[in-house]
C-alpha cells in the first residue's frame, strides 16, 4: 500500500473517530489481506500530518490515550461560539483539590484538608469521580484505611497531557492562583468563575476521612469548609 494511502487513512480516522486513537488501533483499520503497514508507517504518516497542520487552524496532539486531531487552542475564542451553552465552570476549591491529588497522589482526603486547611466537601469527590478525573487507587494503612485518590487517564486526556510529567513543576508555580490558571485547560477568553452558593450543598461537611500522617505547611488558611466556598455548578 502506497505511504501516502496510509496517511490519508490514519487522517480520515482521526477525524472520523470521536475519541484518540493510539497506533494499534490505527493499525486495525486496515483490513486481513490489505497491506498491512508496520507500526513505523503509522508513525511516520502522524508525524506528516502533523506537520502538514503546523499552519492550519488544527493540531494533531498526542495525549494520554493515543492521538487526536483538535482545534488550536488559539482559535477556541471563535470556534466557541458554534455552541450557546454555558462552559463548565470550577470552583477554587475543586481545582485546588485535584491539583493536590494530581502532584501528590496517591493523596488521602485527610491529607488534603491539612494542606489546604479546609474540610473538603463531598460533592468534590463526588464530581471528580464520576468525571472520571480520579479514582480510589488504595487504601492508607493507618486507623480508618482511609481511600487514596490518583488521577486517571480520562484526566490527562481532558487537560491535553501526555503524562503526569508534563504537568509544570510545583517550582514553576508561586501560589494556586497559579495552579488553576495552568490547570484549567478551558477554551481561552472563557472566564471561570465560581458558582453560586447552594443551601442543599452546604450540609456537605461530615464523614471526613481521619488523616494521622504528617503534611507540608497549609498554602491556604482559610478557616471554613469547601461547602463555604461554594461547590462546582454542574453536577
Known amino acids: 500500500m502506497n505511504p501516502e494511502i496510509v496517511k490519508k487513512v490514519v487522517e480520515a480516522a482521526l477525524l472520523a473517530s470521536g475519541k484518540p486513537l493510539n497506533i494499534d488501533r490505527l493499525m486495525h483499520l486496515f483490513a486481513e489481506g490489505d497491506f498491512q503497514p508496520e507500526k513505523n508507517d503509522i508513525r511516520k504518516a502522524l508525524t506528516e500530518i502533523s506537520e502538514d497542520c503546523e499552519n ?15 482545534v488550536r487552542e488559539d482559535m477556541a475564542p471563535w470556534v466557541s461560539r458554534l455552541w450557546e451553552e454555558k462552559p463548565q465552570r470550577y470552583t477554587r476549591a475543586l481545582l485546588e483539590t485535584l491539583a493536590l491529588i494530581a502532584y501528590r497522589q496517591p493523596a488521602t482526603r485527610g491529607e488534603i484538608e491539612n494542606v489546604r486547611g479546609v474540610a473538603v466537601s463531598s460533592n468534590i469527590i463526588k464530581t471528580l469521580t464520576e468525571r472520571e478525573w480520579i479514582k480510589v487507587v488504595g487504601h492508607r494503612d493507618v486507623p480508618g484505611k482511609p481511600a487514596m485518590y490518583g488521577t486517571t487517564k480520562q484526566f490527562l486526556d481532558y487537560f491535553n497531557l501526555k503524562s503526569l510529567d508534563e504537568l509544570p513543576s510545583l517550582a514553576e508555580l508561586r501560589d494556586f492562583e497559579t495552579v488553576n490558571a495552568e490547570l484549567d485547560l478551558q477554551l481561552p477568553g472563557l472566564e471561570v468563575a465560581p458558582a453560586p452558593e447552594s443551601d442543599d ?35
Request: charged content about 45%; overall charge negative.
Open 201 to 235: 450543598e452546604n450540609s456537605e461537611s461530615d464523614n471526613q476521612e481521619s488523616e494521622t500522617e504528617a503534611v507540608e505547611t497549609p498554602i491556604d488558611d482559610e478557616g471554613t469548609s469547601d461547602d463555604d466556598d461554594n461547590n462546582e455548578t454542574d453536577k
Open 56 to 70: 492550519r487552524g488544527v493540531e494533531l496532539k498526542e495525549i494520554a490515550s493515543g492521538f487526536r486531531m483538535q
